[in-house]
């Protein structure tokens, strides 16, 4: 029912309550979307958007969709910064659709963001994204990781790698396996190849007292945990989903 709606434009409220008609030509979009759907196509691939923070973004082949569990890292982002009008300096790595570098430029004005994605499929979502909101104080860099940002240091950075191990991939939904970016998903043997490298860099971008801000897959916060220490750096704190899976973690300097 949402994607009839979504693509003959009806509101929820007039689509149960006064039981529309659908014009012959979006009813060939119908037809022709629920034929993608039965193969197991992302909805969001179909509709072309996707809902992150209360935002609409552009998705599509070749991004990965935002899902509501990255909400969590933008929300422990305003948890540790109550004001709205402060400027800290942010990298945001890994950007894919630019969801969270755009959520958080939009509820602090006066940030600068930084965000880096190795696609350049992805980062022209990101692009699309930043002109359709209106947001401009992001600036998108192709680039893996922490390698553009040489010189550069940081009060914070964020980010949401690719953490599914390479073997689990195949058994995931087919609306992930079958058409999601397997770069955006594949973290390596054990998952934790892009942690590894983005917190044994990490301390040449932050700044003193700066943070980082991670989201991780289920059952990897311990091993996340030996790497902080051994990089130097200290567990601050841990937010648990819905599901009470420990999805984000803070790391300070």
């Known amino acids: 029912m949402a994607l009839i709606r979504e693509i003959v434009g009806i509101g929820a409220a007039e689509f149960y309550s006064d039981n529309p008609m659908v014009p012959d030509g979006p009813a060939e979009e119908v037809l022709e979307a629920a034929r993608r759907r039965a193969l197991r196509e992302p909805l969001q691939y179909i509709t072309g958007r996707a809902e992150f ?8 082949p070749g991004v ?46 006066r940030a600068r963001i930084t965000a880096t994605d190795a696609s350049a499929i992805a980062l022209g979502y990101a692009l699309d994204n930043a ?36 073997g689990e991939i195949d058994s995931l939904m087919p609306e992930v396996s079958s058409f999601e970016p397997r770069e955006a998903l594949d973290g390596g043997k054990d998952g ?23 989201e991780l ?23 648990k989903d819905v599901s009470g899976h420990e999805r984000v973690v803070v790391i300070g300097s």
């Open 192 to 214: 934790l190849d892009f942690y590894r490298l983005l917190i044994d860099g990490a301390g040449a971008h932050l700044k003193p007292g700066g943070l980082i801000i991670l």
């Open 64 to 109: 990965l969709v935002p899902r509501p569990e990255t909400e969590l890292l933008v929300e422990e982002f305003c948890r540790l910064f109550p004001d709205r009008q402060s400027s800290p300096y942010v990298a945001d790595i890994c950007a894919g659709s630019g969801c969270i570098a755009l959520a958080i430029a939009s509820r602090y004005p």
């Open 131 to 166: 002109s359709r909101l209106g947001i401009g104080n992001v600036n998108f860099i192709e680039g893996s990781l922490l390698d553009p940002l040489i010189g550069e240091v940081f009060d914070v950075i964020v980010s949401n790698p690719p953490y599914i191990p390479e």
């Open 53 to 60: 923070m209360g935002m609409v973004f552009r998705v599509g």
């Open 217 to 239: 897959g289920a059952g990897q916060r311990e091993e996340i945990e030996a790497m902080a220490s051994e990089a130097g750096f200290a567990i601050n704190g841990v937010i």
